[in-house]
Nanobody, 126 residues
Framework: VQLQASGGGLVQPGGSLRLSCAAS????????IGWFRQAPGKEREMVSC????????YHADSAKGRFTISENNAKNTVYLQMNSLVREDTAVYSC????????????????????WGQGTLVTVSS
């Protein structure tokens, strides 16, 4: 599966962005999709993820209440809606996929992601 992330840009604090992770090569219905970010000088961290076999999602504490992850199977795309953005959200955001092979037990939050798309830069600044 190949992944293409898009939707980043410059936004003011308090604003919103929607990131897209479009997949090609395979359908995403048997994959977990994770959104990760890496800020300058910091380690990469998971922001949100979704298991497409059962629709379960996970959000890091920093994302809870502000970010929403969703899937559009018809478009083979996973979205990350980000609201109430703050400067600390500035980072390169990447999406990644892990084949589930029907697994519904292991949370998407602790899976090892094998397929990565390129990042998209989100800058929150006034």
């Amino acid at each position: 599966v190949q992944l293409q992330a898009s939707g980043g840009g410059l936004v003011q604090p308090g604003g919103s962005l929607r990131l897209s992770c479009a997949a090609s090569g395979r359908t995403l219905d048997d994959y977990a999709i994770g959104w990760f970010r890496q800020a300058p000088g910091k380690e990469r961290e998971m922001v949100s993820c979704i298991s497409n076999t059962n629709g379960r999602t996970y959000h890091a504490d920093s994302a809870k209440g502000r970010f929403t992850i969703s899937e559009n199977n018809a478009k083979n795309t996973v979205y990350l809606q980000m609201n109430s953005l703050v400067r600390e959200d500035t980072a390169v955001y990447s999406c990644a996929a892990d084949r589930l092979f029907g697994d519904t037990l292991i949370s998407c939050a602790i899976r090892v992601y094998d397929y990565w798309g390129q990042g998209t830069l989100v800058t929150v600044s006034s």
